[in-house]
């Protein structure tokens, strides 16, 4: 972790990401707030949500294959510089009759948005090496949970202070700074060409497919995170009617708790990267899937002892301990598995993959919520978790170190 810390390029590439991740969760905060405040409709507000999550389905696994043919620090730059132009139309947002363009910079935004997420997969490897993978995941989820717990507030902050035009100035000045601390990463990563991208582009993109289906931990991380993300679509749907029905909170109560487990997901972010080389990334997943199930089934079958606050302050804060760890071990068995020409594609098909299956659980929870008892779907949900993680820990195995690829100058860094 000491070595990480002290290295240029992963810092530079850590401070981007936080600077970034901060202003898409004040972008994230503020639009639905303005939305609502402009028309006091929850089907307007939903359709901003809604234009922020489709493009993660339709585009990820396309934008993946971009993303392997291009070099990824410089995509990052571009993007950045693009994301901040584009919010500019905002500013002419003045009323009801241009609610259009809120939806269409959210569109864009969120566009753009999935080049984003492959180019930073496929860098780290370069940046950090097979060795130092999973402590510089957990150190980069340190650095997205910290902008979620600044940017979450600081949106509803600036909003207030400035409204839509202060949001506006404010996130188009991080994702300057974010390209501009971009630049002062060294390493990269030549683009793929030849046989490695596939030939043309439906080629390329079924290609990335075929070498996700022929390995055993790519495999288990889609299976695992799949079924991890049909339970957080549950989740999305059931835990506001679980804190207003079975806690007799408030919405103030549910963004308390919502908020919390990145408070416990820094604090184990940190704790993961100083153990470093001593995790094995399929344990981290395993158990850490098994943890969660375990911490939300206690959460949900609390209120029948108790219905304080604090007690599920606690449980939220040490959820996200585990959470974390998945999500590490999850990133580094997929980089260190996946071919590095093959990056790209692969983070965009778990993309992709995620938001279909996050989508099913949301219509789950929409479709079971008044049909099932709440506690018994609850349960379900938590017991999504302890499957995806009895699967990973019964393929992989507890005691086994993700696969390294294969050296090769397509992985070396190169320093300029």
């Known amino acids: 972790m000491t070595r990480l810390a002290r290295d240029r390029d992963f810092g530079a590439l850590w401070s981007a990401r936080l600077v970034s991740a901060a202003g898409d969760w004040l972008l994230m905060i503020a639009l639905p707030v303005y939305v609502f405040a402009l028309t006091g409709s929850t089907l307007a507000t939903s359709a901003v949500f809604g234009a922020e999550l489709a493009p993660a389905l339709l585009l990820g696994s396309v934008a993946g294959v971009l993303v392997d043919r291009w070099d990824p620090r410089r995509t990052l730059i571009v993007v950045n510089a693009v994301q901040a132009v584009m919010l500019l139309p905002l500013l002419a947002v003045d009323g009801r009759g241009r609610l259009w363009v809120v939806v269409a910079v959210a569109v864009g935004q969120s566009c753009l948005a999935r080049l984003t997420g492959p180019a930073s997969f496929a860098l780290v490897p370069v940046i950090a090496g097979p060795g130092r993978l999973a402590a510089a995941n957990s150190l980069l989820g340190v650095g997205d949970n910290t902008a979620r717990l600044v940017g979450s507030p600081l949106g509803g902050v600036v909003f207030d202070l400035g409204g839509l035009p202060g949001v506006v100035l404010v996130d188009a000045v991080t994702f300057v700074l974010a390209g501009a601390l971009v630049t002062l990463v060294r390493a990269r990563r030549p683009a793929v060409t030849g046989p490695a991208a596939g030939g043309g582009f439906v080629a390329s993109w079924l290609d990335g497919l075929r070498v996700v289906r022929r390995s055993r931990p790519l495999v288990t991380v ?140 949301v219509l789950l929870g929409g479709l079971l919520g008044d049909r099932v008892g709440l506690t018994a779907l609850l349960d379900g949900q938590a017991a999504l978790y302890l499957l995806a993680g009895a699967l990973t820990l019964a393929l992989l195995g507890p005691a086994v170190r993700a696969p390294h690829p294969a050296a090769g100058p397509e992985l070396a860094a190169v320093r300029g």
């Open 222 to 361: 889609f299976v695992a995170g799949g079924i991890g993300q049909v339970a957080q679509g549950l989740f999305l749907v059931l835990f506001v009617v679980f804190v207003e029905r079975r806690l007799g909170g408030d919405g103030s109560a549910v963004g308390l708790l919502r908020g919390v487990q990145a408070i416990g997901a820094v604090l184990g972010g940190l704790a993961l990267a100083w153990l470093g080389r001593r995790l094995r990334p399929p344990a981290m997943v395993g158990y850490g899937l098994i943890a969660i199930g375990l911490i939300v089934l206690a959460a949900w079958n609390a209120p029948a002892v108790s219905t304080a606050l604090g007690l599920y302050v606690a449980l939220f804060v040490l959820v996200g301990v585990p959470a974390i760890a998945n999500v590490a071990g999850m990133l580094t068995i997929a980089q260190a598995s996946a071919p590095a020409t093959h990056l790209g594609r692969v983070a965009g098909a778990f993309e992709a993959t995620g938001a279909a299956l996050g989508g099913v659980g």
